[in-house]
């Protein structure tokens, strides 16, 4: 496995259910360390990319194009294999924790479980390294809290048991799906900036997937890339960048000889944009530290 290689690549994915496209044909790259946002408006398709990428498309889904994981094709794979990766290499974030934790077991037993399905290790040291891990996601009190039922926490702390379950094994990939919906604006920032803390120290890349322009942004990313050309952007009166941000706050340099959307400039002077990196309701979102710093 190459190191310079992509860690995950998704190449013209389409996913349809019943002859209704769901996902129009999809490329993007995520490297090592990188996290990177898939933003869009609610039934654009990202939380089916996402599920495409974890292989939980239910068998009804009419799938085309290709994944790859650390340079492996997914779409090939067993269930047996599926299985293996899932929680271990990549690890997911869904949408509401109160629905996704067990009601019926503490929430220390949850975390330790997610380690011992993967690792041979004895239920005495998933429960110590489950300790380490609620203090690595930072929820409060957490020896107290680890008998503790979802019910006990708040929606924040839920969240955190959430990431802490979803790291449990150090994945390569975290996916993150609408980690901050219904938590207010103090602990929305609190749960983006734990995600790159973690990113950083673990070394691992985030797919951050979103409805919302903004919150990238406020997270100090740097560049939005659309599927549709410049000029159609232009056009399009429904466009959310044209409506709502003004290229400048998008743009790594303000050149105003640059792509009004993602700022890039060719040596000559002339404006390099990327085509196809998502459908026309999709936007990929680059944060501005590639890597692992």
């Known amino acids: 496995m190459s ?10 994915l389409s996913v349809s259910f019943g002859g209704h496209a769901a996902v129009r044909p999809l490329d993007l790259t995520i490297a090592r360390g990188e996290i990177l946002a898939l933003v869009g408006e609610s039934g654009s398709g990202k939380s089916t990319v996402a599920l495409a990428t974890m292989g939980l498309l239910p ?76 203090e690595l996601v930072r929820l409060p009190e957490p020896q107290r809290r680890f008998g503790h039922y979802p019910h006990q926490l708040s929606g ?6 959430m990431i802490a379950i979803a790291v449990a094994c150090r994945p390569g990939l975290l996916i993150a799906d609408e980690p901050t919906t219904a938590l207010d604006v ?19 890349a985030v797919l951050l997937i979103t409805h919302d322009l903004g919150r990238p942004r406020a997270s100090g990313y740097r560049r939005v890339c659309p599927a549709a050309p410049c000029r159609r952007l232009r056009r399009s009166p429904i466009c959310p960048i044209r409506r709502r941000d003004r290229p400048s706050a998008w743009r790594s340099g303000n050149s105003p000889s ?29 944060a501005q530290k590639g890597g692992g710093g």
Request: proline share 4%.
């Open 59 to 134: 068998g009804r889904a009419q799938v085309q194009g290709a994944i790859r994981f650390e340079e492996k094709p997914l779409f090939t794979q067993s269930e047996r294999e599926w299985s293996a990766l899932r929680g271990n290499r990549i690890g997911m974030i869904f949408q509401e924790p109160m629905t996704s934790l067990n009601p019926l077991q503490p929430i220390g037993r949850q975390v330790a479980e997610a380690l011992t399905l993967h690792r041979p290790m004895s239920a005495q040291a998933a429960h110590k390294e489950a300790r380490e891990l609620l």
């Open 186 to 204: 103090t602990i929305q920032a609190q749960i983006l900036e734990l995600l790159d803390r973690l990113r950083r120290e673990l070394s691992m």
């Open 156 to 161: 924040g702390q839920r969240q955190r048991v």
């Open 3 to 12: 190191l310079s290689a992509p860690l995950l690549q998704i190449d013209q």
């Open 258 to 286: 640059g792509c009004w959307t993602c700022g890039q400039v060719r040596s000559d002077g002339s404006v390099l944009h990327r085509r196809s990196w998502c459908s026309s309701s999709l936007w990929v979102v680059q």
